[in-house]
């Protein structure tokens, strides 16, 4: 390769480390937005000056469990989208301008999960609000989906030395995630505690890592011994 194929293709690739550093930017932003919504049903002054303020505050936190468990619920399922973005740049060795947008796509739709959090956490017994919730996890499923496809497979950005095998089942792990959640939100418009329930299930059965991710932190601690 000439020295100005060379000079051509450091300009084409972009460095990791800013698009990193976004990224969780996004996501520190995101998981704290979600904590905002954790409230009491009334105000505290208004409890403090109540016949038996004690008790009364102790109601007011029982009556808060929905804001509490969606708000467990939505940072534990960003927390798994953080670890499979943060390992899908592990294996990734080079950027273009099309993975910084895909990326880019990607973050717009998670920065969008705070309102159905909240929807979820306002009403979570309302077959809209459950479906929306389901239905707003689609979007970011397919587009850190389409990132690691044209990342692994189409442009092949990646580690080389990982096997293509493992890329398709990270990639068919990744896909099972949008559909999962479409099932999940069609079944919670139905019955609302099923489609609450499946979301719990799919954010468990996502804790599990995938066996690219075993493989990429294998290789990372045989280069560092």
């Known amino acids: 390769m000439s020295r100005s194929e060379q000079n051509s293709r ?30 009491l049903p ?3 002054q208004e409890i403090l000056k ?13 009556h808060s469990w929905p804001h509490i468990l969606g708000y467990i619920l939505s940072f534990l399922t ?14 990734i060795q080079r950027l273009d301008r099309t993975a910084l947008w ?7 739709f998670l920065a969008i999960l705070p309102f159905p959090t909240a929807l979820l956490e306002a009403a979570p017994q309302n077959s809209v609000a459950v479906c929306f919730y389901g239905l707003a996890m689609v979007p970011i499923g397919l587009s850190i989906v389409l990132l690691r496809w044209y990342a692994t497979v189409h442009k092949r950005l990646a580690d080389p030395q990982i096997s293509p095998e493992l890329y398709a089942s990270a990639l068919k792990k990744g896909l099972l995630s949008p559909v999962l ?3 999940a939100a069609l079944l919670g ?18 804790v599990l890592p995938s066996a690219l991710e075993r493989k990429a932190v294998g290789n990372a601690r045989a280069a560092d011994s």
């Not at 450091?10 to 409230?39: C, H, N, P």
């Not at 960003?78 to 294996?91: A, D, K, N």
């Not at 418009?189 to 996502?206: E, R």
């Open 102 to 108: 895909l990326n880019s796509i990607f973050l717009m």
């Open 181 to 183: 959640y479409l099932v």
């Open 42 to 44: 009334r105000p505290v």
């Open 78 to 91: 960003i927390t798994i989208w953080w670890i499979t973005h943060h390992h899908l740049f592990h294996v």
């Open 189 to 206: 418009y139905v019955v609302p505690l099923i489609g609450v329930t499946g979301y719990v299930l799919i954010a468990g059965y996502y």
């Open 50 to 62: 109540s016949s038996d303020p004690s008790a009364e505050m102790l109601t007011a936190i029982l």
């Open 10 to 39: 450091l300009r084409r690739e972009l460095s990791k480390s800013r698009i990193e550093a976004y990224s969780d930017g996004v996501f520190s932003i995101v998981a704290t937005l979600l904590v905002l919504e954790v409230r």
